[in-house]
């Protein structure tokens, strides 16, 4: 049996802007990488592809598994940030492995409302599998409500990160690249310490 699960999330966040715009700050998709994911779940493959390792989730308190996904993330020159999934690996249950499908999409972009910067976004979270029998009594729409849920919950602790941490980056960033514009001699010594 095969049932397919879905959750949407969006966000708004009021941007205490810099000297420099956000915009500069979200040409590197990266640093969005690395504000919803925490690093040691992380591994760069390329400029623009990361593998994610998800925390461990349960599904009914059954099925105990890891996903693990391959995210492309690029950017527009106007600090746009897309991201979209690649592939998927579902670690602790091969029979789900073999027969499961993810699909993330999403966007985050710099807007201006009323001389106020904001970052608007949306994510879409898709996921088909085919369920192990032990599976096949349990009412479609138990299963369904429970699945959504959990991909709901993923997608609400990403959108907490990034409201978070996201932010929190950008300002340091900022902070760090105006240090060095200004006392470059000052980087070169931190670094030669």
């Known amino acids: 049996m095969e049932v397919t699960f879905t959750a949407a999330e969006s ?22 990488v690395q504000a919803i ?5 992380t591994e760069n493959l390329s400029e623009n592809r ?5 925390r461990p989730l349960n599904f009914l308190d059954l099925y ?20 979209q999934s690649e592939d998927c690996q579902i670690k602790g249950i091969d029979y789900i492995n ?18 106020q910067t904001y970052l608007a ?8 599998v085919a369920l192990p029998p032990p599976l ?23 959108k907490q990160r990034l409201m978070s941490q996201l932010l929190q ?3 340091q960033w900022a902070k760090q690249d105006i240090i060095a514009q200004n006392y470059p001699e000052t980087i070169l010594d931190l670094s030669l310490s």
């Open 169 to 171: 980056d950008y300002q």
């Open 50 to 54: 990361f593998r994610l390792k998800m």
């Open 136 to 158: 096949w009594l349990t009412p479609r729409p138990l299963l369904e409500i429970t699945g959504n849920s959990l991909l709901k919950g993923v997608l609400l602790r990403i």
């Open 98 to 115: 073999d027969r499961f499908s993810l699909n993330v999409k999403g966007k985050l972009a710099p807007v201006e409302k009323n001389n």
């Open 11 to 32: 966000l708004e966040i009021v941007v205490a802007e810099q000297t420099i715009p956000i915009q500069h700050y979200l040409r590197q998709p990266q640093r969005l």
């Open 64 to 83: 105990y598994f890891q996903p693990t996904v391959i995210l492309n993330v690029w950017a527009t020159s106007g600090g746009t940030i897309f991201l």
């Open 37 to 41: 994911v925490e690093t040691s779940l």
């Open 121 to 128: 976004g949306k994510a879409n979270l898709e996921v088909k």
